[in-house]
């Protein structure tokens, strides 16, 4: 059963860079019919996709966060990581990893979470 | 930007059925998939390319997507369905975007 999850720093300082890595076991991420994608929830509100990475390495970001958002996979660790650089309180969320089909879009499995704060 | 919305809130009676829509200019184009999110929990897929259900997901929840409008439909609503939904659009163009979410009340 495929699973993922996330590990990473759970402060960050403002002005610095958050790094987050998913690891994905279970199966491969060397997949065609599948991107791998990161989506973060601030405290209390709703979900926001980040951005998202085929294995081949083909990236799409959202536009609100694209200027300071990279994603990289690493097959033969099976896995994505992402950075977010120049953070402030409003990066402050949970971050979840999760696999997205590339048919239709769905995030069919997600990560745990991992709780950043930014102070 | 894209946008996409959802209302705040939806309350229904247990064994009633529940309809949370989803708007967005030219949804119907794109597909409609659909999240249940309980407190501090990960997201759980219900809803895929507009009327699909994962495995495992109850016959009860069920979808549709045309015009400006996606709607998820609960029916015979239980008191373990009390949640928050969010609903997300993606086409090759907008790629992902979530609407607001909302939070089913069950009572």
């Known amino acids: 059963q495929l699973q993922l999850q996330e590990s990473g720093p759970g402060l960050v300082k403002p002005s610095e860079t958050l790094s987050l890595t998913c690891t994905v076991s279970?199966?491969?991420?060397?997949?065609?019919?599948?991107?791998w994608g990161w989506i973060r929830q601030p405290p209390g509100k709703g979900l926001e996709w980040i951005g998202s990475i085929s294995y081949g390495g083909s990236t799409y970001y959202s536009p609100s966060l694209k200027s300071r958002v990279t994603i990289s996979v690493d097959t033969s660790k099976n896995q994505f990581s992402l950075k977010v650089t120049s953070v402030t309180a409003a990066d402050t969320a949970v971050y979840y990893c999760a696999r997205q089909s590339s048919s239709g879009g769905a995030f069919d499995i997600w990560g745990q979470g991992t709780m950043v704060t930014v102070s | 930007s894209y946008e996409l919305t959802q209302p705040p809130s939806v309350s229904v009676s247990p064994g009633q059925t529940a309809s949370i829509t989803c708007s967005g200019d030219?949804?119907?184009?794109?597909?409609a998939c659909w999240y249940q999110q309980k407190p501090g929990q990960s997201p759980v897929l219900v809803i895929y390319q507009d009327t699909k259900r994962p495995s495992g997901i109850p016959e009860r929840f069920s979808g549709s997507n045309s015009g400006n409008t996606a709607t998820l439909t609960i029916s015979g609503t239980q008191a373990m369905d009390e949640a928050d939904y969010y609903c997300q659009a993606w086409d090759s163009s907008t790629h992902v975007v979530f609407g607001g979410g909302t939070k089913l009340t069950v009572l």
């Open positions: 030219k949804l119907g184009n794109k597909y």
């Open positions: 279970g199966g491969s991420i060397s997949s065609t019919s599948y991107y």
